[in-house]
């Protein structure tokens, strides 16, 4: 490989760094929707984020389309999301 191997480790951390940005913002996000600080995401608590963004975005979300989202993002079906 004519590149070497320190460009391979810049790109390696360069692309580490970004992840740890992308997982930084994730927790941030997270933690908005999660009123109640319990480290799981309740469907109530997904219902009212959502709900929150009609206002701004003008398309109008069912509970059902919002119950399917959920049952989406919880991968083992207890009830809640979670990180």
Partial sequence: ???GTSLKISMGR??????N???ALLKKEFAAIDKDSNQEIS???LFDF???YESKTG???TKEYIQDV???MDQDQGNSISM
């Fill in 1 to 3: 490989n004519r590149y």
């Fill in 70 to 72: 959920f049952d989406f």
């Fill in 59 to 61: 398309v109008t979300l």
């Fill in 21 to 23: 940005e992308k997982y």
């Fill in 50 to 52: 959502m709900k929150s």
């Fill in 43 to 45: 469907f109530d608590e």
């Fill in 14 to 19: 360069d692309y580490n760094n970004y992840l």
